[in-house]
Every structure is written in structure tokens, then in C-alpha cells.
């Protein structure tokens, strides 16, 4: 599993044409509201290197989104391991960013659909969890959408933002594996 489609969008390997477009998103102060900063350049290549070898790796990970119809660079969504510590993990998470001309068109959640088709059917997960800042509304409305489910009580201060930021406070969203039918 490197590569599938769902009706508008292909989740796929990324590629060098990738990277100018996804430096751009990541330079965007909009679109990285709810995280500690924009990503420089560098980061922005780090990035791209890190989770293009991971999905090339395992056939899973953060995959480039590209609108179909028009086969331009809208974001990323995927599967990723988070490498921090908390009470809940270790865990398999699903997320989503994506260049803010996308927003509002059901991208986010549409992807994210497909990438839940892989952990639980390919994958054979049991559970897919999502997180983010208390301030990011509009990914926590996609984790509804796609039916995740909160716990207030499960809520935490991420571990790699410093005390006092006001993105430390995260919500916790979970999907179990849906039911085989009889």
C-alpha cells in the first residue's frame, strides 16, 4: 500500500515537485497557526525527507495529496507514529495540513477517510487517534466528521511545546475499529 485514490484526490509518494509547494504551505502563518511556528526551508526539505522515507519505508505514512482534476500539490494526510511521550501512546495517529486555498472543499476530511481505509483494513489497526491544540477548531471538526470521538478527560499538555504556549493544551480524539458485520 504506497499509493490509492479516493473520488477527487490521489494520497501518493512525494516528489521533488513537491517540495516548493509544501514550502510555501509550511511558510503560510495562516495555515500554521496552531504550531510553533512557520517551518523555515530547511525544515520544510527535512520534513519531505523524513516522512517521504518513512512512507517509502513502510508503504504507510504522510502521503502527498494531489487534487485529481487538476493534479496540483494540495497538503499531506496520513498514518504517523508520534515519537513523544504521553498516557496514551504508543499509538498509531491520523492528521492532515493543507495549503489554505484547499480549506473548506472537504479535502481534509475526504483523505482522511481513505488513510482510516488503510489503518484498519490494510493495516489490521484496532485504533486510530488524533490530537491537536485546543485553539485548532477547524481539524477538530474534521475528526468529528470523520467520527473520531473525545474524552475530555483525555485531554493533555503536549510534552514538546514549553508551559505557558498557548498551543500546549491538546484534545484527544479516538476512532475504534469499526465493527465486522454479521
Known amino acids: 500500500m ?9 494520497l ?15 511558510a503560510d502563518a495562516e495555515v500554521m497557526r496552531h ?43 496520513g498514518l504517523n507514529v508520534p515519537r513523544f511521550e504521553a498516557r496514551f501512546l504508543p499509538a498509531t495517529e491520523i492528521g492532515w495540513r493543507f495549503r489554505r486555498d484547499a480549506w473548506g472543499r472537504g479535502y481534509a476530511s475526504e483523505a482522511a477517510r481513505g488513510a482510516l481505509t488503510v489503518a484498519f483494513d490494510d493495516l489490521g489497526l484496532d485504533e486510530v487517534v488524533s490530537f491537536t491544540a485546543t485553539t485548532n ?10 467520527g473520531m470521538t473525545r474524552d475530555p478527560a483525555e485531554d493533555f499538555d503536549h510534552p514538546e ?18 465493527a465486522a458485520p454479521l
Open 35 to 77: 504550531f510553533p511556528a512557520p517551518l523555515s526551508r530547511a525544515e520544510s526539505d527535512a520534513f519531505v525527507d523524513r516522512v517521504g522515507g518513512e512512507l517509502e519505508e513502510r508503504g504507510w505514512g504522510l502521503w502527498a495529496v494531489e487534487e485529481l482534476a487538476t493534479g496540483r500539490f494540495l497538503g499531506f494526510t
Open 2 to 10: 504506497t499509493e490509492f485514490c479516493t473520488p477527487r484526490l490521489l
Open 161 to 178: 511545546l514549553k508551559v505557558g504556549s498557548p498551543l500546549r493544551r491538546h484534545v484527544l480524539y479516538r476512532l475504534r475499529r469499526p
Open 137 to 146: 477548531t477547524r481539524s477538530e471538526a474534521v475528526m468529528r466528521r470523520i
Open 12 to 26: 501518493r509518494h512525494w516528489r521533488e515537485e513537491d517540495r516548493e509547494p509544501w514550502a510555501a504551505l509550511g
